[in-house]
């Protein structure tokens, strides 16, 4: 059996990645969100798990770094990473919309100032509609644009709504739906195709 | 003076360009026993043939230039289709029926805007269209990565009108065969059902259209899953195509380095039957990509069938160091002479009788030599005596053909 590398994504869906990963019977030494370390091993050592910044996830799985990501949709879009697709793990609901304030006029034919985290979601987006926008790159505080005039609209994950309004925004139109997804190289798919194969039916029996 | 640290040459040093030399000579050993001869094409190229033609390089990528007299021209691109042209245009003949190239190609994207070369070793077969051609180039390939030593490949086989012949049944427009084409690509399982649900098409054309990501892996199984949604005759005729492929490679004992995978679409169009990638292990983009263009040459006026393939030799060269199947070599040559200035002449006249005879020779006076350069042998030139010195014996000699005597008798 060759190893096996997965790369997760830091932050907030950790945790219910790591739950469904001890799930699938594969102990990982010390794995668990709060710590430190990067790298971890399964008991006998044929899965390494590595722990990434969530936008990379994409890029090391296609890199061929990691030969699976576990991470959020809305990263494998932004990312346009060329990887294959193949399972929803339905946690981490949530979508991606296009908010501003209630009362803004729309501008017509006009070009829309749109402030993101996800500048390529929103090209792809407002291309489709035919629409032309200029795009201003965030990392934060996304909400704000709008409210201080930066922006007409933004482009942002929305799970509950509650953040867009106590900052006075409404969502305007829905994008897409967001889930966690697992990605595999297209590599790895070719030459280490049992022992993906494998993980992927562990993973798949205990979401059951 | 302004420093330029951006050097976006890959491999520019002396170990890094043995290595390559080495593989490429690899390359070109294997493809010339299969029959094929080497050529080369132009580096400027017009750019009004590359966009004259439907369904290759995009535009954008191409790096264009103007001439004196204002017209455009592209770097090479690409070299199958200036291949195809000049085939085309001087008639097949028995010279030029089966070709190989080593040559940089070059194209930019925004994506990685360092990378704009980098070179192909590929193949190009015209004239037949027969499995057994197919075959025989897709053992070629195979043959190929057996010879650099890569213990884990796969080649994965499609066929270019099997998703083309289904699709034409289901009537989309240009944006949902662009999304379609993505999430077969991607084998995504998740959103392809709820896609395709919201299309005006027949039932049994999205069930087929759903299983084509999952046609992956062991092609008998591939086959057998594959014959239960043939819906025409030019569908049968593909899969025939597929199965006669598989029994071809099967007789050369190459079936554990296949895998099927009736969802690869290539963003070449060009492709008319089948098509295929190489991966090796740690790589995550296909090193080697080919298939058949038959209707290439119809663009030209004159159909002529081919088959051919590239392997991309920057990636290679990668995937051999990661994985470390070349042993690096340290510099050493075969004798190394010193000598005294009252000897000058008898020692350099020796080294050109050694170099003569093909040995790889080094002269120091008064043993300023450069201490990490290693040899097999030493030669001394000294008032008292010339001496040959190498680790096993230690012999006099009186003159040059006396040390080259002596050389080749250690050497046999």
């Not at chain 1, 049992?194 to 205990?206: D, G, P, R």
């Not at chain 2, 427009?173 to 084998?187: D, R």
């Not at chain 2, 492709?271 to 292990?281: A, E, K, L, R, T």
């Not at chain 2, 000058?344 to 002269?363: I, P």
């Amino acid at each position: 059996m060759e190893q096996i590398t997965i790369a997760l994504a830091k932050g907030r869906p950790a945790k219910s990645t790591i739950d469904l990963l001890e799930k699938t019977g594969e102990h990982f030494v010390d794995l668990h969100e709060d710590s430190r370390k990067l790298v971890f091993y399964n008991t006998d050592q044929s899965i390494k798990v590595i722990f990434v910044k969530a936008l990379d996830v994409p890029t090391y799985v296609e890199k061929g770094a990691a030969d699976i990501g576990i991470v959020g949709k809305d990263n494998i879009m932004e990312s346009q990473a060329d990887v294959y697709e193949l399972l929803d793990l339905k946690i981490g609901k949530c979508k991606f919309s296009v908010a501003g304030r209630p009362e803004h006029p729309t501008k017509g034919n006009q070009k829309l100032t749109i402030a993101t985290k996800y500048p390529n979601v929103a090209k792809k987006h407002f291309q489709k509609k035919g629409q032309t926008i200029e795009t201003v790159k965030l990392n934060g505080s996304v909400e704000l644009a709008p409210i201080i005039g930066l922006s007409d609209y933004i482009v942002d994950i929305v799970e509950t709504g509650s953040t867009l309004k106590e900052n006075g925004l409404v969502v305007l139109e829905d994008i897409e739906n967001i889930s966690t997804r697992l990605i595999v190289n297209k590599a790895s798919f070719a030459t280490k195709a049992n022992e993906v194969q494998t993980f992927i039916n562990q993973l798949k029996s205990a979401m059951e | 003076m302004q420093r330029y640290v951006i050097d976006n040459n890959k491999n520019t040093n002396v170990e890094d360009f043995q290595m390559r030399d080495m593989l490429l000579s690899k390359l070109k050993k294997r493809f010339t026993t299969y029959g094929y001869k080497q050529v080369r094409t132009s580096t400027f190229e017009s750019y009004d043939m590359y966009s004259n033609i439907i369904g290759t390089v995009n535009k954008d990528e191409m790096i264009k230039v103007i001439d004196t007299s204002g017209k455009v021209l592209v770097l090479r691109p690409d070299v199958t289709i200036p291949l195809n042209r000049m085939t085309t245009l001087n008639g097949l003949t028995p010279d030029n029926q089966r070709l190989f190239y080593i040559l940089d190609v070059f194209r930019q994207s925004h994506a990685e805007a360092d990378e704009k070369e980098s070179t192909q070793a590929g193949i190009e077969c015209f004239g037949d269209n027969s499995a057994e051609v197919d075959s025989e180039v897709i053992m070629m390939a195979i043959h190929t990565f057996q010879d650099l030593g890569f213990s884990n490949f796969k080649l994965e086989i499609g066929h270019a009108g099997f998703f083309k012949e289904l699709i034409q049944q289901a009537n989309l427009n240009e944006h949902e065969l662009e999304s379609l084409q993505a999430l077969i690509q991607s084998k995504n399982l998740v959103d392809i059902e709820p896609f395709l649900s919201q299309l005006n098409i027949d039932e049994d054309v999205r069930v087929a259209i759903q299983s084509i990501p999952m046609l992956y892996g062991n092609p008998e199984n591939v086959i057998d899953q594959a014959k239960s949604i043939i819906r025409n005759d030019s569908m049968k005729e593909i899969l025939q195509n597929l199965i006669d492929v598989y029994e071809i490679l099967q007789a050369y004992g190459a079936e554990n380095s296949v895998v099927f995978n009736l969802g690869l679409i290539n963003n070449m169009n060009y492709y008319s039957g089948i098509i295929f990638q190489g991966f090796v292990d740690n790589i995550g983009k296909p090193v080697l990509m080919g298939g058949r263009y038959d209707n290439l040459g119809k663009q030209f006026n004159q159909p002529s069938p081919a088959v051919g393939f590239a392997f991309e030799v920057d990636l290679l060269i990668h995937a051999i160091q990661q994985q470390e199947l070349a042993q690096p070599q340290s510099p050493v040559v075969d004798v190394i002479i010193h000598y005294n200035e009252s000897k000058q002449q008898e020692a350099l006249r020796s080294a050109y009788v050694l170099r003569d005879n093909g040995l790889q020779v080094l002269t120091y006076l008064n043993n300023k030599s450069a201490t990490q350069i290693r040899s097999s042998y030493i030669a001394e030139f000294n008032e008292s005596q010339n001496k040959l010195i190498s680790r096993k014996i230690e012999k006099n000699f009186s003159n040059p053909e006396e040390l080259l005597a002596l050389l080749q008798k250690e050497e046999n």
